[in-house]
DNA sequence: GACGCGAGCAACATGTGTAG
DNA sequence: CTACACATGTTGCTCGCGTC
């Protein structure tokens, strides 16, 4: 008589914790024809299973699936059941006899075999993570054990593949449900999409992600909302300086749908940039992309470096331009004086500043590289005719 | 008292006409 | 495209005044 039907029942029975419903441990091992009396679960996951089986036969899923069911086989000496999870994940339910079932000789021995398990499946070129649950010894209670092992690997997200993990016991920890970003580190961010600072938006934004991935090691799904939050932030910026609504708002959908089945942090995290590359196209200067191309450079980098002095100098050596041509060049192209450019880009996200924020005059000034909150006053008055003290009140108004 | 604003001043940076 | 010379603009500082 064929085992494995009977050994994959009782297997679905221990994991999904409905054993008890049916009848006692050892009853139903007699009436399946089973002695293994598992204490502790193994998940093994095929690496990037959704990216490598995308496109790919029937064939070659059972060929996988038969590779990694024989690397455990050939791993483990210890009694054990097994049955596919989900595709490309297999749960291993192991006996472990531990004389000294210590939480290290415990770990210990469960690397070992996850290792082992790792090496089959790499010799037959298969790359799998696996995750361990806690040890168990009640049968009863395996379902935790699988739900553990399961749960331990969200960390693959943010780490990458060929790893092994065990579940620990640090998820209570309360640093997730503070907000992980400051209000100042968002609104720099938007601030800087609001001027078309692309280069200075995507660099923000890449360290504002692994400031979330730290935070929300341990949830991949707050992780992935935080982000997602951020990027609608974005495309309310992006509405608002005129691109077309419908438009942004259509991309958006596919993207974030795109967004939520990512499942490694580097592919995420480019996903993310480039499109709030592409986000923040639309709001740079239309008329930059017919300019010198030196220019372009040159306009992008002041945006970049908005929050310090940035001289006419120093952007012409950037260039690679001597001062005097670099000076007459960019007025050729912009229409306008080096300092006059510089000084409408900072009084834009100055204006960004006194509407969001309850930043002083002088605060404002420094963040939009004015070293002189005088000057910043007296420059805002010559291009907008109030005061910004006034402009705030009308704002608020 | 803290903050915002305007004015005056000196030093420095930038803009521009011109020549090469 | 560079360089010079001169005009003009910007910046940092101080002081005084008004408002909250």
């Given at each position: 008589m064929d085992q494995e039907p009977y050994n994959t029942a009782f297997s679905h029975l221990l994991i999904s914790g409905t054993v008890v419903h049916e009848a006692g441990f050892e009853d139903l091992q007699h009436k399946f024809g089973i002695h293994v009396r598992p204490n502790t679960v193994m998940v093994v996951s095929i690496d990037r299973y959704p990216d490598l089986a995308l496109g790919k036969p029937l064939a070659w899923r059972m060929l996988i699936g038969r590779q990694i069911v024989q690397s455990v086989q050939d791993s483990i000496k210890e009694p054990f059941l097994r049955i596919?999870?989900?595709?490309?994940v297999l749960a291993v339910l192991l006996e472990l006899s531990l004389e000294h079932p210590l939480e290290k000789n415990y770990e210990a021995v469960t690397r070992n075999i996850a290792r082992k398990i790792q090496r089959h499946a790499s010799s037959r070129g298969v790359s799998v993570s696996i995750g361990i649950g806690t040890y168990?010894?009640?049968?009863?209670?395996l379902q935790y054990s699988y739900e553990e092992a399961k749960e331990s690997m969200v960390d693959r997200f943010f780490q990458g593949n060929r790893l092994i993990f065990h579940y620990e016991k640090?998820?209570?920890?309360?640093?997730?449900?503070?907000?992980?970003?400051?209000s100042r580190e968002r609104i720099e961010l938007l601030a800087r999409v609001r001027i078309g600072d692309k280069g200075g938006t995507v660099t923000l934004l890449k360290n504002l992600m692994e400031k979330l991935a730290q935070v929300h090691k341990y949830n991949v799904n707050m992780f992935k909302s935080e982000v997602v939050d951020l990027v609608m932030s974005i495309t309310r910026i992006v509405i608002e300086s005129g691109a077309d609504a419908a438009t942004v708002l259509s991309e958006n959908a596919k993207f974030i749908q795109g967004l939520y089945s990512t499942i490694r942090y580097d592919k995420f995290e480019k996903k993310v940039c480039d499109y709030v590359d592409h986000l923040a196209t639309q709001v740079e200067d239309p008329e930059l992309s017919s300019c010198h191309p030196l220019i372009g450079q040159a306009v992008r980098y002041m945006k970049e470096n908005l929050d310090r002095a940035v001289s006419l100098r120093e952007v012409a050596q950037y260039c690679c331009l001597s001062v005097y041509y670099f000076s007459r060049l960019f007025k050729k192209e912009t229409r306008c004086s080096f300092v006059d450019y510089l000084n409408k880009i900072r009084l834009e996200k100055a204006l960004y500043y006194l509407e969001t924020t309850d930043f002083t005059v002088q605060q404002v000034a420094m963040h939009v590289g004015f070293q002189d909150a005088n000057y910043f006053s007296r420059i805002f008055k010559k291009y907008m005719n109030t005061t910004p003290t006034e402009y705030r009140k009308a704002k608020l108004c």
């Open positions: 596919w999870a989900e595709e490309g168990c010894d009640n049968p009863y209670l640090k998820r209570s920890t309360n640093t997730a449900r503070n907000h992980p970003l400051s």
